[in-house]
């Protein structure tokens, strides 16, 4: 499949951000909101965004397909984080008002243990062959989807291994206000990060399936251009989330010609969350494998 950027470390934001004292429309109980300021953020600019392409954001758990056990696998996000003396620690360091140039983390002992297959995200920094926390203090990272894994069931449920593919949801390659769910080889998917959305993730915004017949599918980053962005002033983009019907998205994610992304999300901007796919907030059709055990045959409204 055609690709254009991976997600293996933090996306930047659009603009430069700053912190409100208010509640998270985004996260429950969190007492401080992050809002966009009007500046375009030094690293977009050297990304060369204004040449780079629009997406949608996805509303889902990232995952990666990448070879375990001579195979192609899928696998799941997992961040190998500080434990609590730690956590403590950071936190302290990042409110603290001193002139403290650098945080100092001992990698060995500061962070939770992860099981023996987690592998770290390509892209984050190393030194002396240790992958290095970002500034939130974790260490991105994957870990292999087992057939039978509960606690990652539902990635396992769109992809067959036996079979070696995956169920993808794309744009149509004859219609473009239809989507397409699809199985693909796994093999063509290698190397690439893509979104899982469905009946159990993220409280479901697109409502897919139900409890009874729950549907997962999977996303590549960068699957659905967006065809009409707006430009890239706060004022505009602000207008676009708020009346333009393609707008009616969580974010917008630009992948920049050196492999770059930068993101931005609506409620960077003081906005609440949409649920629909964008691309001309389609129909589904074509026909509809499951790909998991059962391999039911799933029907979509048109």
Same mark, same amino acid.
């Given at each position: 499949?055609s690709?254009?950027?991976?997600v293996?470390r933090?996306?930047?934001?659009?603009?430069?951000?700053?912190?409100?004292?208010e509640p998270?429309?985004?996260? &429950?109980?969190?007492?401080?909101?992050?809002?966009?300021?009007?500046?375009i953020?030094?690293?977009?600019?050297?990304?060369?965004?204004?040449?780079?392409?629009?997406?949608?954001?996805?509303?889902?758990?990232?995952?990666?397909?990448?070879?375990?056990?001579?195979?192609?696998?899928?696998?799941?996000?997992?961040?190998?984080?500080?434990?609590?003396?730690?956590?403590?620690?950071?936190?302290r360091?990042?409110?603290?008002?001193?002139?403290?140039?650098?945080?100092?983390?001992?990698?060995?002992?500061?962070?939770?243990?992860?099981? &023996?297959?987690?592998?770290?995200?390509?892209?984050?920094?190393?030194?002396?062959?240790?992958?290095?926390?970002?500034?939130?203090?974790?260490?991105?990272?994957?870990?292999?989807?087992?057939?039978?894994?509960?606690?990652?069931?539902?990635?396992?449920?769109?992809?067959?291994?036996?079979?070696?593919?995956?169920?993808?949801?794309?744009?149509?390659?004859?219609?473009?206000?239809?989507? &397409?769910?699809?199985?693909v080889?796994?093999?063509?998917?290698?190397?690439?990060?893509?979104?899982?959305?469905?009946t159990?993730? #993220?409280?479901?915004?697109? =409502?897919?399936g139900?409890?009874?017949?729950?549907?997962?599918?999977?996303?590549?980053?960068?699957?659905?251009?967006?065809?009409?962005?707006?430009?890239?002033?706060?004022?505009?983009?602000?207008?676009?989330? &708020?009346?333009c019907?393609?707008?009616?998205?969580? =974010?917008?994610?630009?992948?920049?010609?050196?492999?770059?992304?930068?993101?931005?999300?609506?409620?960077?901007?003081?906005?609440?969350?949409? @649920?629909s796919?964008?691309?001309?907030?389609?129909k589904? @059709?074509?026909p509809?494998?499951?790909v #998991?055990?059962?391999?039911?045959?799933?029907?979509?409204?048109?």
């Open positions: 499949m690709r254009l950027g991976s293996q933090k996306v930047p934001c659009l603009f430069v951000t700053q912190v409100k004292e998270s429309a985004k996260r &429950e109980r969190q007492p401080f909101k992050v809002l966009a300021t009007e500046t953020n030094r690293k977009a600019l050297d990304a060369d965004i204004y040449n780079a392409v629009p997406t949608e954001k996805v509303d889902g758990t990232c995952c990666y397909v990448t070879t375990y056990k001579g195979q192609p696998y899928l696998w799941a996000r997992l961040d190998r984080k500080p434990n609590k003396l730690s956590e403590k620690r950071f936190k360091f990042m409110y603290s008002v001193e002139d403290s140039k650098e945080f100092i983390w001992n990698i060995e002992e500061d962070f939770r243990p992860v099981p &023996e297959c987690w592998i770290p995200a390509k892209e984050i920094q190393q030194s002396s062959g240790n992958p290095l926390p970002d500034e939130n203090g974790h260490i991105p990272g994957w870990v292999p989807v087992e057939k039978n894994s509960k606690q990652y069931c539902w990635h396992s449920s769109v992809v067959n291994y036996e079979a070696e593919i995956a169920l993808i949801l794309k744009c149509h390659a004859d219609d473009p206000g239809l989507l &397409e769910i699809s199985s080889p796994l093999s063509d998917l290698l190397e690439q990060t893509l979104e899982l959305i469905g159990n993730i #993220n409280a479901n915004p697109y =409502g897919l139900s409890k009874k017949h729950p549907v997962h599918l999977l996303v590549p980053h960068g699957a659905f251009e967006i065809k009409n962005p707006p430009m890239l002033k706060h004022s505009d983009i602000l207008s676009w989330f &708020e009346s019907r393609e707008g009616k998205i969580e =974010g917008i994610v630009w992948h920049c010609n050196d492999g770059h992304l930068i993101k931005l999300h609506r409620h960077h901007l003081g906005g609440g969350h949409k @649920g796919l964008c691309t001309t907030n389609c589904i @059709g074509g509809h494998f499951c #998991n055990k059962r391999t039911e045959v799933y029907s979509f409204g048109q």
